[in-house]
């Protein structure tokens, strides 16, 4: 199985598991097999509300609105399921694939949305045809920049294409907003156990490890679990090394037993 290697905040690579290419294939089939099913339901929902209101020719307005509220869902739908789903869509829940940050943490609102604007080939290409479809229903003639579009949409998608099968494994999408698709098993034992149960009693050792942030802990954590895992103590050695020039901090005590300690520290001062 292929692997994907990510730099963390401390200019650190953590390693993480890509999955195959089948995997996500079927994460995207049944996405669309969702927004398919969402847009035949809104497509007879609006149906059904055409003929309770009984619009006449004067009612353009009123029916775009309508159109317009009913197609948010679909154009939202990746978006909002992954910012809220921890990077995950149904498809990708199912999979058991999601999106993180390049430096291995839960990527941010404002890389969601990058990530969302910069969807290229399928969802473009969905969008445009489900456009199409709402003029054809008013009769409306395609005109040729709706052709056009579809050609774009078409060459993104052989984009994707070639780019998904580069070293990161990233769509266009993932390569502006800095994100990468990880297994979830991997990934949930990074971030599950950032927050460890640590005894009332503990006594912190180094309270300027606050001055990380959440998503600095999650890639400290990360760097521990690559150590481990691949015996890699040089790596934790240049991760501490790192943390103790930017807090400040003067230890003898081993790498390895040392970001461990600041891993309970932090959990301990964050609940305390």
Do not use: C
């Not at 995207?28 to 497509?43: H, P, Q």
């Amino acid at each position: 199985m292929s692997t994907v290697r990510v730099a963390t905040n401390f200019n650190i690579d953590i390693e993480f598991t890509a999955p195959p290419f089948y995997r996500r294939l079927f994460a995207w089939v049944i996405d669309i097999v969702v927004l398919i099913f969402y847009v035949v339901v809104a497509s007879n929902l609006k149906g059904w509300i055409d003929d309770q209101l009984g619009y006449n020719d004067s009612d353009s307005t009123t029916r775009w609105a309508v159109s317009l509220i009913l197609i948010l869902p679909f154009l939202l739908y990746h978006v909002v399921l992954e910012a809220t789903m921890n990077g995950q869509s149904i498809g990708k829940k199912i999979m058991g694939i999601k999106v993180v940050s390049e430096n291995g943490a839960r990527p941010s609102l404002g890389q969601f949305i990058i990530r969302w604007l910069i969807r290229t080939s399928d969802y473009m290409l969905l969008m445009i045809i489900f456009v199409m479809v709402i003029l054809r229903s008013y009769g409306l003639v395609l005109s040729p920049e709706i052709y056009a579009a579809l050609a774009l949409a078409i060459a993104l998608l052989i984009i994707d294409l070639i780019l998904v099968n580069t070293r990161k494994q990233q769509r266009l999408g993932d390569i502006l907003a800095h994100t990468v698709l990880i297994n979830t098993k991997q990934r949930e034992r990074i971030t599950d156990t950032v927050f460890l149960e640590v005894a009332d009693t503990y006594v912190p050792k180094f309270p300027q490890i606050m001055q990380l942030s959440d998503r600095d802990m999650n890639a400290l954590k990360g760097i521990i679990d690559t150590s481990i895992k691949h015996k890699d103590f040089h790596m934790a050695a240049m991760a501490a090394e790192k943390i103790k020039s930017h807090l400040k901090i003067d230890t003898h005590l081993e790498p390895l037993e040392f970001l461990e300690i600041l891993l309970k520290d932090y959990n301990y001062l964050s609940a305390n």
